[in-house]
């Protein structure tokens, strides 16, 4: 009987201790890609999320994903619709006034201007994705920013003659530029424009263990040369890495 009960001591003991292991739902936007986007089997996917995934097994966290539109992914993490947000994020100064960040898991990414022609005015009517790092930087340039819901849109406006560019991550341009058959084109010496800090997790403010959760996470990664491996998987040989 004495082993009985003992057995089943062990058993409620591993039950509780595979149950408190933290519930995280990280918000994206399911539509940036290579970043995170929705696959064939209509499943999410993409650098962030099997980046994503790998740090929550690293962090012991229960993670799943969440899709939501980028105009209001940082208000929904605000108001705890979420717990962390992955989606391509880069850090900056404004947001920092609402959300804190991880560490940065790439180094600072490419943004790049592309039009149908490589002499495009770059200060005249640029196109860029609503509440991006990018569409701050066109509204500070000089050029009359038009901005849209999502980067697919950017690109349909130069297309169908809304606006002379489109300035967006460069590795986000990249598939559209290599599809096109020529008819989208880097502008020539502005393919290849640094701005922000690097990509990271967005979190909020109150959420110090948890960011340092991930934070640990990601060192990890770096030391071991596992992300360096993974973000070239996604983005090339030629990516920029830590």
């Known amino acids: ?135 701050g930087y066109i509204a500070e340039s000089g050029a009359t920013l038009v901005e849209f819901p999502t980067g697919e849109e950017t690109i349909a406006a130069v297309r169908n003659g809304e606006a002379e560019a489109v300035f967006a991550d460069r590795d986000f341009l990249a598939a559209s530029v290599n599809e096109s058959n020529g008819e989208l084109v880097w502008i020539e010496g502005q393919d290849k424009v640094v701005v922000g800090e690097g990509i990271a997790i967005g979190l909020r403010k109150s959420d110090t263990e948890l960011k340092g959760k991930f934070d640990k996470a990601i060192e990890s990664m770096k030391a071991d040369g596992s992300l360096n491996a993974m973000i070239r998987k996604w983005y090339g040989e030629e990516a920029l890495i830590f």
């Open 1 to 135: 009987m004495k082993k009985i009960m003992l057995a089943a001591a062990a058993a409620l003991a591993l039950t509780a201790g595979m149950g408190m292991a933290q519930n995280v739902r990280i918000g994206t936007e399911g539509a940036y890609p290579p970043y995170n986007f929705v696959n064939d089997k209509g499943e999410l996917d993409g650098f962030e999320i099997e980046l994503g995934n790998e740090l929550c097994k690293r962090a012991e966290l229960q993670c799943t994903f969440v899709k939501n539109d980028w105009d209001s992914i940082i208000p929904n993490l605000v108001s705890s619709n979420y717990d962390a947000i992955m989606a391509g994020m880069n850090i900056s100064d404004e947001r920092k006034k609402a959300i804190q960040f991880s560490e940065a898991y790439t180094p600072p990414p490419l943004s790049a201007y592309a039009a149908l022609s490589p002499d495009a005015d770059i200060k005249g009517v640029v196109a860029a994705q609503t509440n991006t790092i990018q569409a």
